[in-house]
């Protein structure tokens, strides 16, 4: 499974972005689906994790309420839709594959697949 991430890009404190994750291979159904994000000097950070077959979802409580992560098995794609968008979410944001459901799980590490990473830049 190859991973490209998408959608990044420089917006106002307050606005909204949309990124999209797609996968190429025929077993995407079978990923629970990840993005995590790091800013420059700090560790990659967990952000939201979505189940292969998108019953269940979870996310980090700096982005809970603001975030929706979704995806779409007929286009083997995943989302990250962000709103009301902060400073602090200024970062490289990277979608990773694990096979394996793992609720609540947020380490970065153990996964199966990473994408490239897309910037998003919040100003103020």
């Known amino acids: 499974v190859q991973l490209q991430a998408s959608g990044g890009g420089l917006v106002q404190a307050g606005g909204s972005l949309r990124l999209s994750c797609a996968a190429s291979?025929?077993?995407?159904?079978?990923?629970?689906m990840y993005w995590f994000r790091q800013a420059p000097g700090k560790e990659r950070e967990f952000v939201a994790a979505?189940?292969?077959?998108?019953?269940?979802?979870y996310y980090a409580d700096s982005v809970k309420g603001r975030f929706t992560i979704s995806r779409d098995n007929a286009k083997n794609t995943v989302f990250l839709q962000m709103n009301s968008l902060e400073p602090e979410d200024t970062a490289v944001y990277y979608c990773?594959?694990?096979?394996?459901?793992?609720?609540?799980?947020?380490?970065?590490?153990?996964?199966?697949?990473w994408g490239q990473g897309t910037l998003v830049t919040v100003s103020s």
């Open positions: 990773a594959a694990s096979n394996v459901w793992r609720y609540g799980y947020t380490e970065s590490y153990g996964y199966d697949y």
């Open positions: 291979g025929h077993t995407f159904n079978s990923y629970a």
């Open positions: 979505i189940k292969w077959d998108g019953a269940y979802t």
